[in-house]
């Protein structure tokens, strides 16, 4: 039971203070999830969030619910989903409450411009925390520039055609998969044969 109150205290902790969604918790997962508690690797906490990226759901719930559970079994993943997401229950509840009477000050838009900005930079640090980890050799570097190619030009094209060219993180994550397969398939296979 001690386990489960420190994944629900330590998700719920993550929750309420990650402002911008799931990639501005990730200096946060990492500290808490791999520095901390020793819960996943840096390798694993990033396969985590690729995962939970790519399905159904909430980014950081999904996240949340891989590690509850490769930790404690089902109870864990209940006990970290249910951690992460109920500050945000509260929260937003509060919000709903109050911000229509507030939302039109000048403090209040102030504030969330600057969250905003921090947002970015967290995001930032936790980008260049993950490419230490991720583009370790030419392979990995060249599926970065092949799935940076490919979002940078369907970004433009959805600039001009929305419809068109809106594509879901799920394409990334398998030309991504199917680079890694190829580029790394033919290294395996020449290692094997040696």
């Known amino acids: 039971m001690r386990v489960l109150w420190d994944m629900f205290l330590t998700f719920a902790r993550i929750g309420g203070l990650t402002f911008g969604g799931g ?20 390798e694993e906490l990033a396969d985590y969030y690729a995962i939970g990226q790519c399905t159904p759901g909430v980014i950081a719930v999904n996240t949340a619910t891989f590690i509850g559970y490769r930790q404690a079994g089902i109870m864990g993943g209940i006990f970290a ?17 109050f911000l229509t009477n507030f939302a039109d000050l000048k403090v209040i838009q102030y504030a969330f411009e600057g969250i905003r900005v921090c947002v970015c930079v967290l995001i930032f640090n936790a980008v260049q ?9 030419q392979p990995t570097m060249a599926i970065f520039l092949l799935v940076f190619l490919v979002s940078a030009g369907l970004a433009v094209g959805q ?36």
């Open 23 to 42: 990639y501005a918790m990730l200096p946060m997962l990492q500290r808490e999830v791999v520095e901390k508690h020793h819960w996943a690797t840096e």
């Open 81 to 97: 989903t249910l951690g992460v997401i109920f500050p945000s229950l509260v929260i937003i509840t509060v919000i709903a409450a």
């Open 159 to 194: 600039s001009f055609y929305p419809e068109l060219f809106s594509v879901s993180p799920i394409v990334y994550v398998v030309i991504a998969g199917t680079a890694g397969v190829v580029l790394h398939g033919g290294k395996g296979k020449r290692e094997a044969e040696k």
């Open 129 to 137: 925390k993950l490419w230490k980890k991720s583009v370790i050799d």
